[in-house]
C-alpha cells in the first residue's frame, strides 16, 4: 500500500528529532525517556528503592530512566515489552478487571511511591472520540493511584487539552497537597499533551 503524503512526513520528522537521535545515542528505548528526565530533575520524583508502578509502559523509555534511579519498576502495557534490568513486566489491558488483579497480585501489599502514566488510546481521527479515551484512561490512572499509592506519595499523567481536562485537574487536586502542569522540551510544540503531577498523596480517612 502507498504511503500518505502525511505519513511521509510523520516519518522524516521522527527520524530527524534530535530527541530520537538522542535517544539512540543514549540507548533509551524512546524520546520519552527525555520527558521524564526533566520532569524528576525538576520536581525529584524517583529515588532509589521506591515501588514504582508505569502504566503505558513500552516500549520501555519511562521504566528505562525509573530503574536506572534504582526504583523498583512494576510496567504493564497492552502491547510486549523486551524486557528491561529491574523491571517487572505485565503485558494486559489496563482497563480490564483481571489484568488490574494481575497488578494488584504482583504488587501483593507495597505501597507505591510513584504511578506514572504514558498512557494513550489508539487514534481514531475523531477528536471527541479520542479525547473521552484520553480521558477515561487518566481516570483509570487516577482511581488506581488513589487506592495504592503511600500517603505522601506521587502521581505523574499525560493528559491532552479538551473536553474534561479542567475538571480533571480539580479531581486530582482533591487527592493531592500540591498539583502541577508540565510541559516537556521533549514534547512537540504542536501536541496538546501536557503532563500533570500530583504531589503528596493525601492520607485516605477510613
Same mark, same amino acid.
Request: proline share 6%.
Given at each position: 500500500m502507498k504511503?500518505?503524503?502525511?505519513s511521509k512526513q510523520w516519518m522524516n520528522e521522527h527520524v530527524n528529532d534530535p530527541y530520537v537521535q538522542r535517544a539512540q545515542k543514549d540507548g533509551y528505548r524512546s524520546r520519552a525517556a527525555y520527558k521524564l528526565l526533566e520532569i524528576d530533575e525538576r520536581d525529584h520524583l524517583l529515588k532509589s528503592g521506591m515501588v514504582v508502578v508505569d502504566l503505558g509502559a513500552t516500549p520501555g523509555g519511562w521504566s528505562q530512566v525509573a530503574a536506572a534511579? *534504582?526504583?523498583?519498576?512494576?510496567?504493564?502495557? +497492552?502491547?510486549? &515489552?523486551?524486557?528491561?534490568? #529491574?523491571?517487572?513486566? =505485565?503485558? *494486559?489491558?489496563?482497563?480490564?478487571?483481571?489484568? +488490574?488483579?494481575? &497488578?494488584?497480585?504482583?504488587? #501483593?501489599?507495597?505501597? =507505591?511511591?510513584?504511578?506514572?502514566?504514558?498512557?494513550?488510546?489508539?487514534?481514531?481521527?475523531?477528536?471527541?472520540?479520542?479525547?473521552a479515551r484520553a480521558m477515561h484512561l487518566a481516570e483509570l490512572a487516577l482511581d488506581f493511584s488513589v487506592h495504592h499509592l503511600q500517603p505522601g506519595g506521587a502521581f505523574l499523567v499525560k493528559l491532552f487539552q479538551g473536553v474534561g481536562f479542567e475538571e480533571y485537574i480539580k479531581l486530582v487536586r482533591s487527592h493531592f497537597i500540591r498539583v502541577v502542569t508540565r510541559k516537556p522540551k521533549a514534547s512537540r510544540d504542536r501536541s496538546s499533551e501536557q503532563y500533570l503531577l500530583g504531589l503528596g498523596k493525601l492520607e485516605k480517612l477510613e
Open positions: 504511503r500518505s503524503k502525511t534511579k *534504582g526504583a523498583k519498576v512494576i510496567a504493564l502495557d +497492552l502491547l510486549p &515489552l523486551h524486557p528491561l534490568p #529491574g523491571v517487572e513486566f =505485565i503485558q *494486559g489491558d489496563f482497563r480490564e478487571d483481571n489484568v +488490574l488483579a494481575q &497488578l494488584e497480585a504482583r504488587l #501483593g501489599g507495597k505501597r =507505591i511511591g510513584l504511578v506514572i502514566s504514558d498512557m494513550a488510546p489508539n487514534i481514531s481521527g475523531i477528536d471527541s472520540a479520542d479525547q
